[in-house]
């Protein structure tokens, strides 16, 4: 038995046996809806802990203190933690924020330090990084661990987020290491993205307080620059990865992003647990941004409805029966702009087909977009931001999602598609591969087909997997019908994802306090 599927046999055995012994959980992100977002860590970083509350755990959230936090209207209050963390030669004041995830249990602490996050966005200026990404993101994981020790607790595991986390299980291996609040916390990392690693200049190793024997290829060094997720990877008890596929494929010098080796490396340790997605947020039934609502038993009204005011609105020729493709997203090459552009053009030219587009990022994408809704006003509605509503509205509007990305770690959208009864058509990669069932005969028989999905990553295999979308819609509703069915009764819940990671923090812990044991 190969030890991945002995991993999954462990799980899914814990999931059953233990689940009910309610655990500690520090939960530390750089975004979480609703204080703030920039994309799927954010839903992941609102969604699952609420989740893990729901299911009787106590789950404390670390996010930094945005600007985006403290306009949210939610509130948020002063606490008597105040620390002085140093990076490099300077001490930098800040102190701590509380507050609660809407409508849950789960307590939400804000690094406040307004020099660092008091600002417009989270990451970026003008699609750039800021400058001192390195050292606002060492302070926050410092601020955490400073925070658990003013605090004198012990929570059972910190759960680290991507690069932004990533120093957290290298200082609790190494400077917090034989201390006793420290000694038993075990870590888990998980990676939402490896193609954002962190990676830095060399010298801003001064600035993460450890020494520099750590800084070799095997730990906090990669070709010469200080890499805060390789960082991460090298020191957490465990890691995982949003998909099953995607933590098979970043083993892969293909999709490894250059640390395939590093995963390989740690593979014992390497699991996929699938995204859930928020069903509270995301259900037609219920969804206050729709025209319409909706549920499985009348999705061709309330859909048809959604549709009828989204062509109204964005100035799309109103007719029930014009295919409508939706795409939601980040205008970035990852997800597969390279393959919808060309595609884009040609049918907005020769066919009678609609788009309806939503998302932000590379100028040039914008710049192309922008022509071609100039060129074809009543047939692409276009819009270059970042809306909560619109993405909701398209979702429920659209005949067919596209994502047909060139990678792609879990992905939310195909499931929030499949829930508004909109059919995906997706690159056979990561979490689209393990959420999307091609249409097939046999799956089409079976009934376990919900979408369309293609290979190879050309023009012509998207072409031809949109057009056996378009034709299907066209030529036989019944079937499309029956597609849709199938996506709207999935269970896309966070429920089961939920319990998977509790398997997964209980293993983590268990196997900690063995190898104290075994030392
Ligand atoms: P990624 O995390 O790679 O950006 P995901 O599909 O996992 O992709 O998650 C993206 C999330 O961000 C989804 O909730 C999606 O609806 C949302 N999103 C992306 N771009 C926009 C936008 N321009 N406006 C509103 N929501 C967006």
């Known amino acids: 038995m190969s030890f991945q599927i002995g991993l999954r046999l462990e799980i899914s055995y814990l999931c059953s046996k233990t689940q009910s012994v309610p655990m500690d959980i520090l939960f530390a992100s750089s975004e979480a809806t609703p204080f703030a977002k920039t994309g799927g860590l954010a839903d992941v970083a609102g969604a699952l802990p609420r989740e ?41 004041e800040g102190n701590l924020l509380h507050s609660r995830l809407p409508g849950s249990d789960v307590t939400f602490y804000l690094v406040n330090q307004p020099d660092y996050f ?42 680290a987020n991507d690069w932004q986390t990533g120093l957290i299980p290298a200082l609790l291996k190494t400077e917090y290491v034989g201390t006793t609040t420290f000694e038993n916390i075990a870590s888990l990392i998980t990676i939402h993205n490896l193609a954002y690693q962190g990676s830095f200049w060399h010298w801003d190793m001064l600035l993460t307080g450890l020494d520099w024997k750590y800084f070799n290829w095997r730990q906090m060094e990669f070709y010469g620059q200080l890499n805060l997720l390789k960082t991460g990877i090298a020191f957490a008890d465990a890691i995982s990865t949003v998909s099953p596929t995607y933590a098979q494929e970043i083993q892969t010098p293909a999709q490894g992003c250059g640390l395939h080796d590093t995963l390989q490396h740690r593979s014992d340790e390497l699991t996929g647990i699938l995204n ?53 997203g980040r205008l ?50 276009l819009t270059l931001d970042f809306s909560n509503e619109v993405a909701h509205q398209i979702e429920a509007a659209a005949d067919i999602f596209l994502m047909p990305s060139e990678f792609e770690p879990c992905g939310l959208n195909q499931m929030y598609s499949m829930a508004y009864g909109t059919v995906p058509v997706v690159r056979r990669t990561g979490g689209l591969a ?23 990553f050309t023009v012509e295999d998207l072409e031809s997997s949109i057009a056996l979308a378009v034709d299907m819609f066209v030529n036989d509703r019944s079937t499309w019908n029956q597609l849709i069915e199938t996506g709207m009764h999935s269970d896309w819940s966070w429920a089961a994802s939920a319990r998977k990671y509790v398997a997964l923090y209980k293993q983590t812990v268990t196997r900690k306090l063995a190898s104290h044991q075994t030392v």
């Not at 989270?122 to 020790?149: A, H, P």
Request: hydrophobic content about 40%.
């Open 52 to 92: 893990l509350s729901r299911l009787g755990h106590r789950v404390t959230v670390f996010l930094p203190a945005y600007r985006s936090c403290l306009n949210s209207g939610i509130p948020i209050e002063p606490t008597e933690i105040e620390f002085e963390i140093p990076l490099g030669t300077k001490l930098v």
């Open 276 to 328: 859930g997605i928020d069903v509270n947020t995301w259900n037609p039934q219920t969804d206050p941004a729709l025209a319409a609502n909706y549920d499985v038993t009348n999705f061709e009204a309330g859909k048809s409805a959604c549709k009828s005011v989204m062509q109204k609105e964005s100035g799309l020729v109103e007719d029930p029966n014009i295919p409508m493709i939706g795409i939601i």
């Open 118 to 159: 008091d600002r417009k966005h989270l990451y970026t200026v003008k699609g750039k990084d800021y400058v001192d990404n390195c050292e606002r993101f060492i302070f926050f994981c410092r601020s955490v661990l400073e925070s658990v020790r003013m605090l004198d607790w012990s929570p059972e595991i910190i759960h």
């Open 434 to 456: 393990d959420t999307v069932v091609n249409a097939t005969t046999e799956t089409l028989a079976d009934k376990t087909a919900n979408g369309f999905s293609f290979q190879p």
């Open 332 to 381: 970035e090459s990852q997800k597969g702009w390279s393959l919808i552009l060309p595609v884009m053009k040609q049918w907005l030219e020769t066919l009678d087909v609609q788009w309806v587009v939503l998302g932000t990022g590379q100028a040039d994408y914008q710049a192309v977009l922008n022509r071609l809704k100039r060129s074809y006003p009543d047939k692409l509605a």
